[in-house]
């Protein structure tokens, strides 16, 4: 089952007099389970595409549908109560709340979710593990470096438990080495939990590890590649 379909999305931006096509035309589907990278050059599309997913930007045409749910259909309320329960985002400069601790950033969005302190506890303490970060839970993002702060993100992403993780050019501000052990952490959330990820990036090491690689080119899909 499709846990994303896109139908004929369409976005434009005015620049000026000019109408600038972001996006144009596109269908796409992506699976439960999938581990899906958007590729493209700067200006190709893949961050408006993945933003539209998100519901963080609005389409001018064409459908959005997460797990069943319509996008272009909800409330502003109903949206922002979809993207809570059903998404997780990872941003390539991490988003953190510097006042809070990495154990507190991960925990916010369970707190928004409105779960019990008990189980609350024990997800943020299993996630931050399954990062990699057991022992570092009371450290704040500038105690953190760089890669341990992306990995604080994820566990942010990913304690909520939803249904799909975005990330836009996760490995974008990370060091080689780093880069790699993040993608290889992703990718084993996803092989060991079935988290869906769909990443918009240009950094080869995450399309090596991608099982689908769909490329962009001027708003347009112009290849699918499945592995």
Do not use: W
């Not at 896109?6 to 389970?33: E, M, P, W």
């Not at 272009?72 to 985002?89: A, I, N, Q, V």
């Not at 052990?181 to 399309?207: R, S, W, Y």
């Amino acid at each position: 089952m499709s846990i994303v379909s896109v139908r004929n999305l369409q976005r434009t931006y005015q620049q000026g007099t000019i109408t600038v096509k972001a996006l144009n035309g596109v269908d796409l589907d992506i699976d439960s389970g999938e581990f899906t990278v958007l590729m493209g050059p700067s200006g190709s599309g893949k961050t408006t595409l993945l933003n539209c997913i998100g519901g963080l930007d609005t389409p001018s045409s064409g459908s959005v549908v997460i797990d069943g749910t319509e996008l272009g259909k909800l409330t502003k309320g109903e949206l922002s109560d979809l993207r809570l329960h059903k998404l997780g985002f990872v941003f390539q400069s991490y988003n953190l709340i510097p006042v809070l601790s990495a154990y507190e950033n991960a925990e916010f969005v369970l707190l928004l979710q409105g779960v019990p302190p008990k189980e609350r506890r024990e997800r943020v303490m299993q996630t931050l593990k399954d990062v990699g970060l057991e022992g570092m839970e009371h450290r704040r993002p500038g105690e953190l470096s760089g890669g341990q702060q992306q990995r604080v993100a994820v566990a942010r992403a990913i304690a909520g438990r939803p249904a799909l993780v975005l990330a836009d050019e996760p490995t974008a501000n990370l060091d080689s080495k780093t880069g790699h052990a993040l993608i290889e952490l992703m990718k084993h959330l996803n092989d060991v939990h079935g988290i869906t990820f769909v990443f918009a990036t240009h950094d080869p090491k995450v399309m090596d590890a991608a099982k689908r690689v769909v490329q962009l080119v001027d708003g347009k899909i112009e290849s699918d590649d499945r592995r």
